[in-house]
């Protein structure tokens, strides 16, 4: 069983400050991805990583997959109101030996729950 | 609208009764799952569906829960008998392939807010 761990588990912070989320694993992912999501809506995607060592960037938002595959990070530079909600990271994963057992099937971690106060 | 969509927003239940829980993803769009999310809390997968290939069930917590998809589209999850412990958040999701064989977004819908007393 492939498991994801976000750290930390929820983050209070005020405007203006910067902030980084983890997710770590002890598995590899052919790509992860980092959701946010408000309350009463479906998480929606703000990036996907696909390469070791990747970073990408989405105005004040920076996400970097790790060299190996196995963890990534969310940086919020400069946080506004706007940024509260509960961030996801899900890793991808494909069937071993080009099986399409499991292709296509995301295990998302159990979340950050941000609040950035005015 | 071209989202997912799923109905109804919102179920309340007695304890015991079944329900029925819909799904309609985006046209198109090969791949279809299920997750159950507690408040504040991560995505607990349920259930897939890839195309026409057997669907993943590895995620049912019980053999209450099932879930069919029709025609390659619509998707019906039910609980049967349900328990108070089935309270939460149901998510639907679609995707579809990406070049080069990897799956990439899922398109949530809005969910389904169960509540059983």
């Known amino acids: 069983t492939q498991l994801l761990e976000q750290s930390p588990q929820f983050l209070s912070i005020q405007e203006g400050e910067n902030l980084t989320v983890y997710c770590n694993s002890s598995s590899v992912f052919s790509s992860l991805q980092w959701y946010r999501q408000e309350p009463g809506e479906g998480p929606v995607l703000l990036v996907t990583?696909?390469?070791?060592?990747e970073v990408k960037k989405l105005k004040r938002l920076t996400f970097q997959f790790g060299d190996a595959r196995k963890d990534s990070s969310l940086h919020i530079t400069a946080a506004q109101p706007g940024d509260t909600g509960l961030y996801l990271c899900?890793?991808?994963?494909?069937?071993?030996?080009?099986?399409?057992?499991?292709?296509?099937?995301?295990?998302f971690g159990d979340g950050t729950t941000l609040t950035v106060k005015p | 609208g071209a989202g997912v969509s799923q109905s109804p927003s919102n179920k309340v239940t007695e304890k015991g009764k079944d329900v029925e829980l819909r799904c309609d993803p985006i046209?198109?769009?090969?791949?279809l799952y299920w997750y159950r999310q507690s408040l504040g809390q991560g995505l607990e997968f349920l259930i897939y569906?890839?195309?026409?290939?057997?669907?993943?069930k590895s995620g049912l917590p019980s053999d209450r829960f099932s879930a069919e998809r029709t025609g390659g589209s619509v998707s019906t999850l039910t609980i049967q008998r349900t328990q108070q412990e089935d309270s939460a958040v149901y998510l639907c999701?679609?995707?579809?392939?990406?070049?080069?064989?990897?799956?990439?977004?899922?398109?949530f819908g809005p969910g389904t807010r169960l509540t059983v007393l």
């Open positions: 046209s198109g769009h090969t791949a």
């Open positions: 999701a679609s995707s579809f392939r990406q070049t080069g064989g990897f799956w990439y977004e899922q398109f």
């Open positions: 990583v696909v390469t070791g060592g």
């Open positions: 569906f890839q195309g026409n290939s057997a669907p993943d």
């Open positions: 899900a890793g991808a994963s494909i069937g071993r030996h080009g099986s399409s057992t499991n292709a296509g099937k995301s295990t």
